[in-house]
């Protein structure tokens, strides 16, 4: 009997030795601070040089028109912004440059479409001048991605007075995009 209560009272020390053993533990912490910053950025996918040419009418007495580019150019924009705040991004040329259009035409902007959640194109698109206008509105954080996505743009020549039109007549403006916080 004591032999078995020996065999006993080993067993149960060495249970509890064994479970104290694999139940000892031990933790390190530190913390860890993670920030949103804002981000603004904007890119043209191709800023080679677009060339917009009247066209002459397919019959005598119809109207000579302008040419239509709605493939080669691609705005792509990377947005961060606070709660409750949004971006537009506005087009212009550059400089002085007001009158620019050869007499008697005009250029038109327009972003004819824009990925899900980076905002809002203006229907009708904008006529460019050297005063900043508003193409794309109520952006908010988003990234409108590279390559062959982001915010497709269409230009259009347009043809207002085919009576003021000079052969020859050619001009060159550089249009400047600006994303900035809405007012």
């Given at each position: 009997m004591k032999r078995s209560l020996i065999l006993s009272v080993s067993?149960?020390?060495?249970?509890?030795?064994?479970?104290?053993?694999?139940?000892?533990?031990?933790t390190a912490t530190h913390d860890v601070t993670m920030n949103v910053n804002e981000v603004v950025l904007i890119d043209v996918?191709?800023?080679?040089?677009?060339?917009?040419?009247t066209t002459?009418?397919?019959?005598g007495g119809e109207d000579v028109t302008g040419e239509t580019d709605?493939?080669?150019k691609l705005l792509q924009y990377t947005s961060l912004v606070g709660a409750g705040t949004t971006r537009n991004i506005s087009v212009s040329w550059s400089g002085d440059l007001d009158g620019a259009c050869p007499a008697g035409t005009h250029?038109?902007?327009e972003a004819i479409t824009v990925p899900g959640g980076c905002g809002s194109a203006v229907g009708g698109g904008v006529t460019v001048s050297a005063v900043d206008?508003?193409?794309?509105?109520?952006?908010?954080?988003?990234?409108?991605?590279?390559g062959a996505s982001g915010a497709q743009m269409e230009y259009r020549f347009v043809?207002?007075?085919v009576s003021s039109l000079v052969v020859g007549d050619t001009t060159s403006v550089r249009l400047?995009?600006?994303?900035?916080d809405a007012s």
């Open positions: 067993i149960c020390l060495l249970s509890v030795l064994c479970v104290s053993t694999y139940a000892a533990s031990d996918n191709n800023t080679g040089t677009l060339t917009l040419n002459a009418p397919a019959n709605s493939t080669s250029l038109e902007a206008q508003n193409i794309i509105t109520t952006i908010g954080s988003c990234a409108t991605g590279t043809v207002d007075t400047v995009f600006t994303l900035t």
